[in-house]
């Protein structure tokens, strides 16, 4: 976890909300330098891409037993571009013990490391429609969507709003349905008032972060799956119809 903590700055998501960690693995120099880590988490309950892959919905029971989820794979900045990316995710997919492994990745749409791992892209998830709103009537306010991902420019942003427009900003921000995620909690819920009680205490700086975290939401996320050819073929629950053993 003190590897993770280091390298977690290299990563574009708040290091304090990834989801609760099934297992880590870091990559080392010979100095024992830490330059890369990945976290598996325990998988979520519902995912359309999973029932894609599998045929079917698991049972929870199921889901805990044999599924994790890659959360964050981080490099550091010096080591990228050279393919250990792809080699971390490949050659500890099947250290995790787990029949499936899967991932819901932003990046994956311009990045094919997971692809170079072995994971198979399964389908590719638009936005939710009040998270296209938001982006929409803020941008009616002067933010422009495509650096809306930099808390830095919408700060800048920010300050040339009057407080009118700026309570304009919560209000947008306070209809998405999304507010664990805009708050980046660790609450297991955040209801629309929580958050509203929270934003109406923040300023300018903290609001920009909030918006870059809605930049985030509205990217087209992309579900790739991955099953363990490693683990024998008596779990006829999970496997795929296509399978052949």
């Not at 297992?23 to 998988?43: A, F, N, T």
């Not at 399964?122 to 933010?143: C, D, M, T, W, Y």
């Not at 087209?220 to 296509?242: G, I, Q, T």
Request: charged share 30%; hydrophobic share 40%; glycine share 4%.
């Amino acid at each position: 976890m003190e590897d993770y903590k280091r390298l977690a700055e290299f990563h574009y998501r708040n290091p304090e909300t990834h989801a609760p960690i099934l297992k880590i693995y870091v990559l080392r120099k010979e100095d024992q330098e830490p330059i890369g880590v990945i976290l598996y988490s325990w998988p979520p309950i519902n995912c359309s891409g999973r029932r894609k892959a599998l045929g079917r919905n698991l049972s929870i029971r199921e889901v805990n037993e044999k599924v994790a989820t890659i959360s964050r794979v981080i490099l550091h900045p010096k080591y990228r571009s050279i393919g250990l990316g792809a080699r971390l995710v490949e050659e500890t997919m099947p250290l995790v013990g787990r029949r499936c492994v899967e991932t819901m990745a932003v990046m994956a749409r311009y990045n094919s490391f997971f692809e170079k791992a072995g994971l198979r892209k399964i389908e590719e998830r638009q936005p939710p429609r009040s998270i296209l709103r938001a982006v929409q009537e803020l941008e009616k306010l002067g933010f422009k969507p495509y650096i809306m991902a930099s808390s830095q420019s919408n700060l800048r942003r920010l300050r040339q709003l009057s407080k009118e427009e700026i309570d304009r900003v919560r209000e947008i921000l306070s209809s998405t349905g999304y507010y664990k995620r805009l708050q980046a909690s660790n609450d297991a819920f955040v209801t629309r008032q929580a958050f509203k009680e929270w934003l109406a205490m923040k300023g300018p700086a903290e609001i920009a972060k909030v918006i870059s975290r809605l930049a985030v939401l509205a990217e087209p996320k992309v579900y790739l799956f991955w099953e363990n050819p490693y683990l024998s073929c008596d779990d006829e629950a999970l496997m795929l119809p296509r399978r052949v053993c």
